[in-house]
């Protein structure tokens, strides 16, 4: 894990990644590229971060100001320059101060938001959990018959439908809702407060 003073690079993409989140990556610019292949030979994560403004290529885009690691945990290249990867998020930074390095890509010197703490579930936190095991199995039951043995699920193990942090983030990753919304529920330092948004937008939605 990066400490305050390490520079770690970003990747500023059109998504908000969770922890505990899948986040699949078709990475084809040299600049990522490049970026990629020295992660993995560091063993480095790199954090993921929205994009506030500009886009997701040629300059450096200018990132929402609270992002979360991630590692790689698969990785292809079939075809030459274009690499698949399966990643997951870690813990949340906020960053401190950032710089743009020839090739456009963005380093940050960050400070880690501290994880989500565990708490006795509520009547909320068991709604939204059981309800999401729910959409949890049929995404998986449905990918599984469409694609066999090559199905990857979107959501990676352990499922912790014991935790409430846990159990929002998946709802802030699965609901249609503006990334925006989603950035915001991101920096939610209180996991039963996030929680309790997400529980009220599904009783709005007839979803519970």
């Given at each position: 894990?990066?400490?305050?003073h390490?520079?770690?690079?970003?990747?500023?993409?059109?998504?908000?990644?969770f922890?505990?989140?899948?986040?699949?990556l078709?990475?084809?610019?040299?600049?990522?590229?490049?970026?990629?292949?020295?992660c993995?030979?560091?063993?480095?994560?790199?954090?993921?971060?929205?994009?506030k403004?500009?886009?997701?290529?040629?300059v450096?885009?200018?990132?929402?100001n609270?992002?979360?690691?991630?590692?790689?945990?698969?990785?292809?290249?079939?075809?030459l320059g274009v690499?698949?990867?399966?990643?997951?998020?870690?813990q949340?930074?906020?960053?401190?101060?950032?710089r743009?390095?020839?090739?456009?890509?963005?380093?940050?010197?960050?400070?880690?938001?501290?994880?989500?703490?565990?708490?006795?579930?509520?009547?909320?936190?068991?709604q939204?959990?059981s309800?999401?095991?729910?959409?949890?199995?049929?995404?998986?039951?449905?990918?599984?018959?469409?694609?066999?043995?090559?199905?990857?699920?979107?959501?990676?193990?352990?499922?912790q439908?014991?935790?409430?942090?846990?159990?929002?983030?998946?709802?802030?990753?699965?609901?249609?809702?503006?990334?925006?919304a989603?950035?915001a529920?991101?920096?939610?330092?209180?996991s039963?407060?996030?929680l309790?948004?997400?529980?009220?937008?599904?009783?709005?939605?007839?979803?519970?």
């Amino acid at each position: 894990m990066p400490d305050n003073h390490s520079w770690i690079p970003l990747f500023p993409l059109n998504t908000v990644l969770f922890p505990g989140g899948v986040l699949p990556l078709k990475v084809f610019e040299t600049r990522y590229l490049d970026m990629l292949r020295e992660c993995m030979k560091k063993q480095q994560q790199f954090g993921v971060v929205l994009i506030k403004s500009g886009q997701e290529v040629g300059v450096a885009a200018e990132p929402e100001n609270v992002g979360c690691l991630t590692q790689i945990t698969e990785w292809d290249m079939q075809d030459l320059g274009v690499m698949m990867l399966r990643t997951v998020g870690s813990q949340r930074f906020r960053i401190l101060q950032q710089r743009v390095l020839p090739d456009q890509r963005l380093e940050a010197q960050i400070e880690l938001i501290e994880a989500d703490q565990p708490g006795k579930p509520d009547q909320a936190h068991l709604q939204c959990a059981s309800t999401l095991k729910l959409v949890i199995d049929d995404i998986n039951n449905k990918g599984r018959t469409t694609h066999g043995p090559n199905y990857a699920s979107p959501f990676a193990l352990p499922l912790q439908f014991d935790n409430a942090g846990w159990v929002a983030n998946r709802w802030c990753e699965i609901l249609p809702i503006p990334m925006k919304a989603r950035q915001a529920l991101l920096e939610l330092t209180d996991s039963s407060e996030r929680l309790g948004i997400v529980h009220k937008y599904l009783l709005q939605h007839n979803i519970i």
